[in-house]
Every structure is written in structure tokens, then in C-alpha cells.
Antibody, heavy 114, light 107 residues
Framework: EVQLVESGGGLVQPGRSLKLSCAASGFTFSNYGMHWIRQAPTKGLEWVASISPSGGSTYYRDSVKGRFTISRDNAKSTLYLQMDSLRSEDTATYYC???????WGQGTLVTVSS | DIVLTQSPATLSVTPGESVSLSCRASQGISTSIHWYQQKSNESPRLLIKFASQSISGIPSRFSGSGSGTDFTLSINRVESEDFSVYYCQQSYSLPFTFGSGTKLEIK
């Protein structure tokens, strides 16, 4: 059974950093691209970033380019999202998802507020 | 960016009715559209991939159609567990984008 478990969310002040993790199990992690998608409170879904199976290619939405870094450790079957220079508009539940967004984690809430 | 416009924003129906939800893309995207269901306080769940391809474990009452710019998610005989929000999403080009959602509610 595919399982994705996010962690690392919390309350952080504007301008500070946070690193999210997504532990994967139930499939061969190194064979699949992975994604981060977020959802602001009471709002819709927004794609954030993607990474290729090897980690050699990464893609970001414009609003997080230069501030967020997606990475992965295939030996640990874990996906990461390093978030720097956080802004209030980054407040959201962050989900990790497999290729084609076929499987999603339960999400981790990031709140950026002073 | 490709904009996906979903309509209606809210659809009020009685259990047992059949419904169609629309998703229109701002440019042609072939069949690179996918549909998700999100129940309150839950993660989204993939229902249909590439416009019309079924997903294992998803009830057969859910079906999808369309290509180019106009897409439809159909639910044959809505059941109580189907009342939730439905999103379409395109994988034709980056950035991946989602529609704003259609909320299916009980009349």
C-alpha cells in the first residue's frame, strides 16, 4: 500500500525558514517523479514544485522560485521541501504527491505569521 | 499559464440524480486533464486520469470525457458519499494548474 507521510510544518515568522519532509513507502520511490502541492485555508489547490526520479531535474512555480528547494533522498525514500524567506502568502497545507498526483499524503500545515 | 475554468461553482443535487461537471482550458491541452475529489478535511483523491481513463478502486459511476479545451466529469446516480469538491488539473505544460473547483452539495 502506498503511503506518504508529511512532517515539518508549523508556525514560523515571515522571513524565516522551514523544511518539510515526506516519507514514502509501498512503492519503488526512486522510479517516480514527486511533487509538492499546497492549499491555502479555504482555498483551492496550487502546484508548488516537482522533481524527477533521479533528482536531476526540478521545477517550481514562479512565486517560490529562488526561495524554495525541492530535493529527494532515494536511499531514504524521502522527499523534501526547503522553504526560505517565507511570506504570509505561503500559509497553506502542503501535500506531497506521486507522479500524476495519483497518491497524496495527509498534508502538513505551514503558518507564516508574526 | 493555462487557466482551467470549472462550472458551475456549486451544484445542488438530490442523491440518485446524475450530474455533469465542466472544466474548460484556456488553450488546447489534448487529453492532459485529470479529475480529483476532495472531501472536507481530507486529501484529494484521483478519480480520472487523461480525460477518460479510469482509476483502480474508483466506483464505475465516475466517468470523464473531452479533449482539446472542453472536459466533463460525469457522476451517474450521485450517492451520499459523493458530496464534496471536485477539481480538474492539467499536466499539459508547466506550471501545472488546477481549476477552482465545483462543490457538489445536497439539495
Amino acid at each position: 500500500e502506498v503511503q506518504l507521510v508529511e512532517s515539518g510544518g508549523g508556525l514560523v515568522q515571515p522571513g524565516r525558514s522551514l523544511k518539510l519532509s515526506c516519507a514514502a513507502s509501498g512503492f519503488t520511490f526512486s522510479n517516480y517523479g514527486m511533487h509538492w502541492i499546497r492549499q491555502a485555508p479555504t482555498k483551492g489547490l496550487e502546484w508548488v514544485a516537482s522533481i524527477s526520479p533521479s533528482g536531476g531535474s526540478t521545477y517550481y512555480r514562479d512565486s517560490v522560485k529562488g526561495r524554495f528547494t525541492i530535493s529527494r533522498d532515494n536511499a531514504k525514500s524521502t522527499l523534501y521541501l526547503q522553504m526560505d524567506s517565507l511570506r504570509s502568502e505561503d500559509t497553506a497545507t502542503y501535500y506531497c504527491a506521486t507522479d500524476l498526483f495519483a497518491y497524496w499524503g495527509q498534508g502538513t500545515l505551514v503558518t507564516v505569521s508574526s | 499559464d493555462i487557466v482551467l475554468t470549472q462550472s458551475p461553482a456549486t451544484l445542488s443535487v438530490t442523491p440518485g440524480e446524475s450530474v455533469s461537471l465542466s472544466c474548460r482550458a484556456s488553450q488546447g491541452i489534448s487529453t492532459s486533464i485529470h479529475w480529483y475529489q476532495q472531501k472536507s478535511n481530507e486529501s484529494p483523491r484521483l478519480l480520472i486520469k487523461f480525460a477518460s481513463q479510469s482509476i483502480s478502486g474508483i466506483p464505475s459511476r465516475f466517468s470523464g470525457s473531452g479533449s482539446g479545451t472542453d472536459f466533463t466529469l460525469s457522476i451517474n446516480r450521485v450517492e451520499s458519499e459523493d458530496f464534496s469538491v471536485y477539481y480538474c488539473q492539467q499536466s499539459y505544460s508547466l506550471p501545472f494548474t488546477f481549476g477552482s473547483g465545483t462543490k457538489l452539495e445536497i439539495k
